[in-house]
T-cell receptor, first 117, second 114 residues
Framework: AQKVTQAQTEISVVEKEDVTLDCVYETRDTTYYLFWYKQPPSGELVFLIRRNSFDEQNEISGRYSWNFQKSTSSFNFTITASQVVDSAVYFCALRGNSGGGADGLTFGKGTHLIIQP | NAGVTQTPKFQVLKTGQSMTLQCAQDMNHEYMSWYRQDPGMGLRLIHYSVGAGITDQGEVPNGYNVSRSTTEDFPLRLLSAAPSQTSVYFC?????????????FGDGTRLSIL
């Protein structure tokens, strides 16, 4: 069975601080895919990034960066110089390759990020 | 671009009533799925479909039925609503079931069962 753990239920920081959201996963699949989604207060789910299990390169997109480490089964997300608009619930998700990935995404429980002005 | 469209956005039902949540996508995606989101639980897969005429159960299928008569539509049916089905429901689609593709989510349906 697959599992995604986001141990941080809620994080509150002051604007312009850097913040890292942790994600630890478990899977028996040798090929798998990791995702981060953002859910702002309006409720929709916004896709942020996908990472393949065979690609351990870190990625940076503006103020966002992701650190994928297979050795520790972690896929952490860092926001640099946080802004109030970053306030949202962030979900880490895993999709295995067994069965062609048809069994969908396994989500963590989410981290509620609060950026205070 | 409409993407994934869910209707209605909000609904209140009484226990025992039936209802269909609608989901339509205009991206010609083969794979569609339904999730429910409960406080502190993240999103959990209810049912999914890898193509027209093919459906299967996810993690929490009890109390829900689905069908996929066309590529575009994937309705979710509650036959006899129960308070435990109060939740936010998300429909999602992707090009195929293969794992390389991110899923596109609808805006959700907030359902309350009294």
């Amino acid at each position: 069975a697959q599992k995604v753990t986001q141990a941080q239920t809620e994080i509150s920081v002051v604007e312009k601080e850097d913040v890292t959201l942790d994600c630890v996963y478990e899977t028996r699949d040798t090929t798998y895919y990791l995702f981060w989604y953002k859910q702002p207060p309006s409720g929709e789910l916004v896709f942020l990034i996908r990472r393949n299990s065979f690609d351990e390169q870190n990625e940076i997109s503006g103020r966002y960066s992701w650190n994928f480490q297979k050795s520790t089964s972690s896929f952490n997300f860092t926001i640099t110089a946080s802004q109030v608009v970053d306030s949202a619930v962030y979900f880490c998700a895993l999709r295995g390759n067994s069965g062609g990935g048809a069994d969908g995404l396994t989500f963590g429980k989410g981290t509620h990020l609060i950026i205070q002005p | 671009n409409a993407g994934v469209t869910q209707t209605p956005k909000f609904q209140v039902l009484k226990t025992g009533q039936s209802m269909t949540l609608q989901c339509a996508q205009d991206m010609n995606h083969e794979y569609m799925s339904w999730y429910r989101q409960d406080p502190g639980m993240g999103l959990r897969l209810i049912h999914y479909s890898v193509g027209a005429g093919i459906t299967d159960q996810g993690e929490v299928p009890n109390g829900y039925n689905v069908s996929r008569s066309t590529t575009e539509d994937f309705p979710l049916r509650l036959l006899s609503a129960a308070p435990s089905q109060t939740s936010v429901y998300f429909c999602a689609s992707s090009v195929k079931s293969t794992s390389t593709q991110p899923q596109h989510f609808g805006d959700g349906t907030r359902l309350s069962i009294l």
